[in-house]
C-alpha cells in the first residue's frame, strides 16, 4: 500500500503509486463540503493521504478543517459528511464561543 488513496465516485480506493495518486488529484476535483458559519469556514475535503498515527484501522483520508485547522479526520465519505454537519452544529450552538 502506497499510503496515497484516490476516489471512485465516493468510493475510497488505494493508490498504486504516487504517481497515479498525483495524476488523479492534478486531473480530479475532489469533491468538499463548505460552509460559512458566523463568518468562519468550515470545509470538509478529500485529501487523499492518510492521517493515522498507527497502522490501524482503515486509512483517514477526509478530514474536516475549521478556519483552515485540521479538526478531525474520517475513513469514509458517508462519515465525513456526517462530521460535517457535527461541526457546523457545534459552531451553531449557542453556548459556542470564537477561540
Given amino acids: 500500500m502506497s499510503g496515497y488513496f484516490i476516489l471512485q465516485g465516493t468510493d475510497v480506493v488505494a493508490a498504486r503509486s504516487l504517481a ?7 486531473s480530479a476535483r475532489p469533491p468538499a463540503a463548505r460552509t460559512q458559519v ?3 469556514l468550515i470545509e470538509t475535503v478529500f485529501t487523499g493521504v492518510d492521517h493515522r498515527q498507527r497502522d490501524d484501522g482503515e486509512p483517514l483520508v477526509f478530514e474536516t478543517r475549521l478556519a483552515g485547522q485540521a479538526v478531525k ?7 465525513a459528511m456526517a462530521g460535517h454537519e457535527v461541526e457546523v452544529g ?3 450552538s449557542p453556548i459556542w464561543r470564537r477561540p
Fill in 73 to 79: 479526520h474520517y475513513a469514509s465519505w458517508r462519515s
Fill in 20 to 26: 497515479e495518486w498525483s495524476a488523479w488529484w492534478f
Fill in 90 to 92: 457545534k459552531l451553531n
Fill in 38 to 40: 458566523r463568518g468562519m
